[in-house]
């Protein structure tokens, strides 16, 4: 991805520093955050400096090679670094997947470590991400026909998946290969990653795109103006049924009722085998601040928290929701596209 014609990654590591992208600031102001040691890399995670199940999950191997340079020889320390990685956050794969991978790169014995192994498997992990990404772009494609009007709910781009993004990839493909697409924007709430990080990379990359209030989907699906709908997702499970950022599950059923296809694009690193279906998915439940504050810059730049609710009424917030496989049209992976019930397929792969 380029940000003012400069290459950049969601995340990367230079020596044993970690950076990132700080997604908070954007679109506002975009600076790089440097995380010196595991906990920094653990506090990127849980304030959401970094987001989006594959920045989060390259942001998690980063950190625990992080924590092998860190403990040395010290093996309570790097099970201990572990434990707090994989705690930040409970629904994105993604993370699990990382810090597992790295964990077992880096651990030679029960006594004995190689830093430069687990730092050796984060990059390759930001690597296999990125380029399972950019093959999820080539074939989602193909889905795409000249003129479409694509929905998209919450970040799934360059921003959330370390380089191509997810659900964008395609999009992105799309539209360089000369297509005319246009992208509809779910705002997101409560954070606003569609109004704020999805139309800011689409920008970016002019793609041309409106900003859509959460609650307008169904109005324009109704209307004939939406062809299909492209998510991303932070955990597909073996049956099928995909979490995704809170809001989806409500899309997919509007776009199952005006039979408009609803595509979910992830590589298989989201994949969680283990869980049977969707009811066995960690969701998150945030801060109630989340709904009941909205932050930006005031007239001098500067960020401010302004009340938009009713004082004293507190919040739910729920982060994710479960789409039962049923409602999925199919899942773009690197490895092909899929009807939810087919997936088993991959991992009889691995
Ligand atoms: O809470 P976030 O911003 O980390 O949410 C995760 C997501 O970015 C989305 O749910 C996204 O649509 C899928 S992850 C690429």
């Known amino acids: 991805m380029k940000v003012n014609g400069k290459h950049f990654r969601t995340v990367w590591m230079e020596g ?6 700080e997604q908070n600031l954007l679109p506002f102001e975009f600076r790089i955050f440097r995380a010196e040691n595991y906990r920094d890399s653990c506090r990127t995670i849980s304030s959401m400096i970094v987001r989006g199940a594959g920045a989060i999950g390259a942001t998690a191997g980063f950190a625990m090679a992080q924590a092998f340079v860190e403990g040395g020889d010290d093996g309570g320390f790097i099970e201990k670094a572990r434990e707090e990685i994989k705690n930040t956050r409970p629904t994105a794969q993604n993370l699990f997947y990382a810090v597992e991978r790295v964990y077992r790169a880096g ?3 029960t006594a004995q470590f190689s830093a430069e192994r687990a730092v ?20 989602g494609n193909e889905l795409i026909s000249d003129g479409s009007r ?7 781009g360059w921003l959330a998946f370390v380089d191509y993004g997810s659900a964008l990839s395609p999009v992105y493909a799309a539209h360089r290969s000369g297509k005319q697409v246009f992208v509809y924007a779910d705002e997101t709430r409560p954070r606003g990653q569609g109004a704020r990080l999805t139309a800011w990379e689409l920008k970016n990359e002019n793609v041309p795109h409106v900003i859509i209030a959460d609650n307008a989907g169904a109005h324009l699906m109704s209307h004939g103006m939406v062809d299909m709908m492209i ?6 499970v073996a049956n099928g049924d995909v ?3 809170i809001g989806t599950l409500e899309k997919a059923i509007v776009a199952q009722y005006y039979g408009i296809p609803f595509y979910v694009a992830a590589p298989s690193s989201t994949i969680d085998f283990d869980c049977a279906t969707g009811a066995d998915i960690p969701i998150e439940h ?7 504050y909205q932050s930006g810059p005031n007239a001098n730049g500067e960020t401010e928290n302004i009340l938009i609710s009713s004082p004293g009424s507190d919040a739910l917030n729920p982060a994710f929701d479960v789409t039962p496989a049923g409602l999925v049209t199919a899942i773009i992976t690197e490895s092909g596209i899929f009807k939810p019930q087919e997936l088993a397929v991959l ?3 691995n």
């Open 120 to 139: 050796n498997e984060a990059f390759r992990i930001a690597d296999e991400d990125a380029e399972a990404c950019r093959q999820i772009g080539k074939l």
């Open 231 to 236: 998510v991303g997702s932070d955990r597909i």
């Open 16 to 21: 044993s520093t970690v950076c990132l992208i």
């Open 107 to 109: 651990s030679l014995s």
């Open 286 to 292: 945030r801060h109630q601040d989340e709904v009941l």
């Open 150 to 156: 694509i929905e998209t709910h919450c970040n799934a």
């Open 243 to 245: 979490a995704n950022k």
């Open 347 to 349: 991992n009889s792969q």
